[in-house]
C-alpha cells in the first residue's frame, strides 16, 4: 500500500533527537559489543545541536540496553543482559546454558562460627563451624556476581583442604549432598563501596540480591547470598495460574 501525504499538509517533523537516536542506531548495528559508541562531543559536532539534544538520544539507546555508559570511560556498544531464571541450578549451569564461558576467583575461604541467620538457615547451632566461600563469579571475563557460601563444616568435612572445589555443586554431588529444592529470597539493593569495586560498577548503582537456601532432601546444606550486577542481570520467572498445565511455546 503506498502512503500517499494528504495535499497541502507537511511532511512530519522528526525532532532531533530522534534523529540522532536513529543515526547511531544504525551505526552501532551488528557491532562488536564493548565497541565504543560515538561520543557526545561527535555527535554535537556533526548535527549542531546542543550536548542535551545528544544526551537524550543516547539515553534512550542506554534504556533500550543497546548501549552502556562505563565510568570514566564513555559509552559502548552494551553486552547482552542476562537474564536469571528462577530454577535451582548452578551458576556454571546458567552461564554455560547461555552460551557464556563461567568462571569464578575466591576471595575469601575460611572456617567461621555460624551467626543466628546462617544457623537458623541450616538448622544448625549457633556457633557450630561452618565453611563460608566468597567467590566473584564471572562471565566472559566479565565481573557479574559476588557470592557468599555458607555449609555446616560436619557436612562437607576437608572442603577447605587445598584445592578448592571448582564447582560447589559438583562436589556436592561427590558428596551425594547435590540440592534437590530449595527456596529464594530476592531483593533489591544499591551498590556498597566494596560491591562497586568488586563489580565494576558505581557505588549506589541497582543491584539484584538474591538470598538462597538449598536442600538435599530434608537437609538444609547450603545457604548463600549473591549480589548481582543490575545492568547485566534480568530476573525471569514463570507464572502459572492453579490447576493450570504449564503450556510451552
Known amino acids: 500500500m503506498v502512503d500517499v ?10 525532532r532531533k533527537h530522534v534523529q540522532i537516536r536513529e543515526y ?16 557526545e562531543r561527535e555527535l554535537v559536532q556533526h548535527f549542531g545541536v546542543a550536548r542535551m539534544t545528544v ?24 553486552r547482552a543482559r542476562v537474564d536469571v531464571q528462577m530454577r535451582l541450578s ?23 562460627a555460624a551467626g543466628p541467620g ?36 560436619s557436612s562437607v568435612p576437608g572442603f577447605l583442604e587445598k584445592p578448592l572445589p571448582e564447582s560447589l555443586y559438583v562436589d556436592l554431588a561427590r558428596r551425594d549432598l547435590m540440592p534437590t529444592w530449595g527456596e529464594d529470597s530476592v531483593a533489591a539493593a544499591l551498590a556498597t563501596p ?13 543491584v539484584l540480591s538474591v538470598a538462597r537456601r538449598s536442600f538435599a532432601g530434608t537437609v538444609a546444606i547450603a545457604v548463600s547470598r549473591s549480589t548481582y550486577r543490575g545492568d547485566r542481570y534480568t530476573l525471569w ?13
Open 194 to 206: 566494596e560491591v562497586a569495586e568488586l563489580l565494576s560498577i558505581n557505588e549506589g548503582a541497582p
Open 55 to 78: 544526551r537524550q538520544a543516547l539515553d534512550a539507546l542506554v534504556s533500550e540496553g543497546i548501549l552502556e555508559r562505563i565510568p570514566a570511560r564513555g559509552t559502548f556498544v552494551a
Open 237 to 249: 520467572v514463570p507464572l502459572l495460574r492453579p490447576n493450570q498445565p504449564v503450556t510451552r511455546r
Open 24 to 39: 547511531v542506531r544504525d551505526l552501532v548495528q551488528g557491532a562488536e559489543p564493548g565497541s565504543p559508541a560515538p561520543s
Open 5 to 14: 501525504m494528504t495535499p497541502g499538509r507537511p511532511p512530519p517533523v522528526v
Open 90 to 112: 548452578s551458576y556454571t549451569e546458567e552461564m554455560a546454558r547461555r552460551g557464556m564461558t563461567p568462571a569464578s576467583r575466591t576471595l575469601l575461604a575460611q572456617h567461621e
Open 118 to 153: 546462617v544457623a537458623r538457615a541450616l538448622e544448625i547451632e549457633e556457633g557450630a563451624d561452618v565453611v563460608h566461600w566468597q567467590r566473584l563469579r564471572l562471565a566472559d571475563d566479565s565481573p557479574m556476581a559476588i557470592e557468599d557460601a555458607y555449609l555446616a563444616d
